[in-house]
């Protein structure tokens, strides 16, 4: 069974840092690139940031330089580092594995002003 659990989101002031995890089983981690989404309300789930199997990392415009994208294929898990996060930044967090249709349960991200 492919499972996908992010944790880390929370309440957290403008400027505050939260870092998310995604732990993944049942697919071949290493081997995939990884990705984080989120989706605010009344808004299509969005592309944050994708990691490739060798490492190679990719942002969406709004959280160059503030979202850092990171994994441990040892833990089988994926990382969002996020700084100097604004209100703007409050969704659900999602991870995926690109090219599988399977996503996790999501993480609650809210940003106070």
């Known amino acids: 069974q492919v499972q996908l659990v992010e944790s880390g989101g929370g309440l957290v002031q403008a400027g505050g840092s939260l870092r998310l995890s995604c732990a993944a089983s049942g697919i071949s981690f290493s081997r995939y690139a990884m990705a984080w989404y989120r989706q605010a309300p009344g808004k299509q789930r969005e592309l944050v940031a994708t990691?490739?199997?060798?490492?190679?990392?990719h942002y969406e415009e709004s959280v160059k330089g503030r979202f850092t994208i990171s994994r441990d294929n040892a833990k089988n898990t994926v990382y969002l580092q996020m700084n100097s996060l604004k209100p703007e930044d409050t969704a659900v967090y999602y991870c995926?594995?690109?090219?599988?249709?399977?996503w996790g349960q999501g993480t609650q991200v809210t940003v106070s002003s």
């Open positions: 995926a594995a690109l090219g599988l249709p399977y």
């Open positions: 990691i490739s199997a060798g490492g190679s990392t």
